[in-house]
């Protein structure tokens, strides 16, 4: 049984794949499976996979025959890894030589901590951007107890991260949300395990192409409500400060208002979910905050 299990989601990527699959492969640290399932990739990822599973022992790949989404991917890959470990990386993001070494420095110290790490922004030809991933999020605490935190919404790299598989159990990747899915299991893991983050830029995080996420604006704002009604449901007794409740709030109609009017200004989603966002989240946390007052009197 190998000591890590790297997961890795591919689809439509072959033009990275490669350099993805190889900075895995070239880590100073062996003792490692990589699990590859690609999600239907009609380019020539499957073959590509294929290829370097024939070279190397360490790689097992599966294939869907059409697409699932990334979150069925995710959770697929996870149920089926080995190791003791598990650790995450996109097929167009990239890996540095000591990467699963330092963050298994790290955690071996204490294996119920959640390790993550800076990256470095690439462009689609690897050159580098000359920022850092954290430097796109405004967040004070990066390590330690993070659920406050990421309550306001998620700044994990996650191609980055890596914990024990046992941890894992009853966390998954919720397949009702489309966007917000890392969100929500990076702030599951959150609500249990203290976080440490390495401020070195381990891995290499890749922009190309468009965001497609503003195709889809109903969705987009949808996935906020839903977490936030989730959040509610299920942390809303860890709500206790004014700070942590604004967070909240404006996860649920700033954050996304604010990208969606950048996005795509003149759609006329962004002013139906101007006024339902607010008060969404307004009642929400309304109906929460007399339920805590109820429960403690």
């Not at 999600?39 to 022992?57: F, H, L, P, T």
């Not at 790689?59 to 470990?85: A, C, P, R, W, Y």
């Not at 996650?158 to 919720?174: E, V, Y």
């Not at 950048?262 to 002013?271: A, G, I, Q």
Request: proline share 3%; net charge positive.
């Amino acid at each position: 049984m190998p000591l890590v299990s790297v997961i890795m989601p591919s689809y439509n990527h072959a033009k990275y794949l490669p350099n993805a699959i190889e900075s895995v492969l070239g880590q100073s640290f062996t003792d490692f499976e990589l699990i590859i399932i690609d999600d239907g990739s009609v380019d020539r990822s499957q073959q590509i996979i294929e290829d370097y599973e024939k070279k190397d022992s360490r790689i097992q790949s599966s294939f869907h025959t059409k697409n699932k989404g990334i979150t069925k991917t995710f959770n697929e890959l996870i149920d089926v890894s080995n190791g003791k470990f598990i650790s995450g990386i996109a097929s167009d993001d990239l890996w540095v030589k000591d990467n699963l070494k330092k963050q298994l420095e790290v955690i071996k110290q204490d294996e119920n901590l959640i390790t993550w790490t800076e990256g470095e922004i690439i462009n689609a030809k690897g050159i580098s951007t000359g920022k850092n991933f954290t430097e796109m999020y405004k967040v004070s605490k990066k390590s330690g107890n993070i659920f406050e935190e990421i309550i306001g919404g998620n700044f994990i790299f996650g191609s980055s991260w890596m914990c024990k598989s046992a941890n894992l159990s009853g966390i998954r990747f919720d397949e009702n949300l489309k966007y917000l899915n890392d969100h929500k299991f990076f702030l599951d893991l959150a609500s249990k395990y203290q976080f440490y983050f390495i401020p070195e830029p381990l891995a290499k995080y890749r922009l190309h192409g468009k965001n497609t996420i503003f195709s889809d604006m109903e969705g987009w704002y949808k996935d906020f409500m839903v977490i936030g009604e989730y959040i509610i449901q299920n942390y809303g007794d860890r709500l206790n400060s004014k700070a942590t409740r604004k967070k909240l709030f404006n996860l649920i109609s700033t954050t996304p208002l604010y990208r969606g009017f950048k996005e795509d200004p003149w759609n006329k989603l962004n002013l139906i979910y101007g006024i339902i966002l607010p008060f969404y989240a307004l009642n929400l946390l309304t109906k929460n905050y007399f339920k805590q007052k109820i429960n403690n009197n």
